[in-house]
């Protein structure tokens, strides 16, 4: 964020850093904590790269990190605690001083993600490279909808339930804000598929994702509300079989602390060769077009 402005909280930051730690203590749904770690060392595995300053920022399972030392077993790790990345001092680490951080899976909940993304950018070593899992975009579009018509159903208004997830562009636009060179993102669809409602929503608990909104509903929401949601997402959403499908996007975010050796773009006008003489075809002017 600029100077002098703050941040909206969206988000509860400690309740959904409470919820977090409860949920990997008791590990009952972290299949996908469990696939972005394995992910993540393949894609690390792609990287000819001596990693040996890994900094992982706020994930709350050892698993991820660990990933990263998968191959790297003199490599050292600092884990920062996701309470960090609201903390008025920043991130208690040295700047300059990581040549890989990671994340996984957290920071869809922070809520000055510009602000994090910079801190982390000020950890890394000239040409050090940070990688984050998140889910984004489309994921738990079905809840939303069924949730939100069947609130409006039931209780004639909408209160905010599901959290809003960053769009894939605008993930990228932010890595280049922060200063990070040669950004990348890329997405994965996953489709999750429950018994019903009541279900999925028993793992986004058990993942300790259920809804941490600043502006959530402080007052029990009438059963009814659920069940309307549950009918709703059963028509809408369910397969042959009846079972419904859930939504998952996630998004991968990489980039580098610039450097003067990493590739740059050339300057408008600064080519050794035609575009027609690369594509071995004729060159028109455009009148004759």
């Given at each position: 964020m600029m100077e002098g402005v703050t941040a909206p909280r969206i988000f509860d930051m400690t309740l959904a850093g409470a919820r977090l730690?409860?949920?990997?203590?008791?590990?009952?749904?972290?299949?996908?904590?469990?696939?972005?770690?394995?992910e993540l060392t393949e894609r690390l595995a792609a990287i000819l790269r001596e990693f040996r300053n890994i900094a992982d920022i706020g994930t709350p399972d050892a698993g991820f990190?660990?990933?990263?030392?998968?191959?790297?077993?003199?490599?050292t790790l600092d884990a920062v605690p996701f309470a960090a990345l609201s903390s008025p001092g920043g991130l208690a680490l040295p700047a300059a001083g990581f040549d890989l951080a990671l994340s996984g899976l957290v920071l869809h909940q922070v809520n000055d993600l510009p602000g994090a993304l910079a801190q982390i950018r000020r950890l890394l070593k000239p040409d050090g490279l940070f990688m984050a899992c998140l889910p984004a975009g489309r994921t738990l579009q079905e809840l939303r909808e069924c949730l939100a018509e069947a609130e409006m159903q039931v209780l004639g208004g909408i209160s905010p339930r599901v959290a809003p997830f960053a769009d894939i562009?605008?993930?990228?636009?932010?890595?280049?804000?922060?200063?990070?060179a040669l950004p990348v993102t890329d997405s994965e669809l996953l489709t999750l598929r429950y018994d019903n409602l009541f279900a999925l929503m028993a793992d986004l608990r058990a993942m300790g994702a259920s809804n941490a909104l600043t502006d959530r509903l402080r007052r029990p929401t009438p059963r009814a509300v659920f069940l309307r949601a549950a009918e709703l997402y059963a028509t809408h959403f369910s397969d042959s079989d009846g079972r419904i499908r859930a939504t998952i996007e996630l998004v991968w975010l990489a980039g580098w602390a610039p450097h003067d050796s990493q590739q740059k773009p050339l300057r408008p006008g600064s080519a050794k060769m035609r575009l027609a003489e690369a594509l071995g075809v004729p060159e028109r002017p455009l009148r004759d077009r």
């Open positions: 730690e409860r949920a990997i203590a008791a590990r009952k749904a972290d299949f996908l904590l469990v696939r972005a770690a394995g990190g660990r990933a990263a030392q998968h191959d790297r077993p003199d490599a562009r605008d993930l990228g636009a932010l890595l280049q804000r922060a200063g990070f």
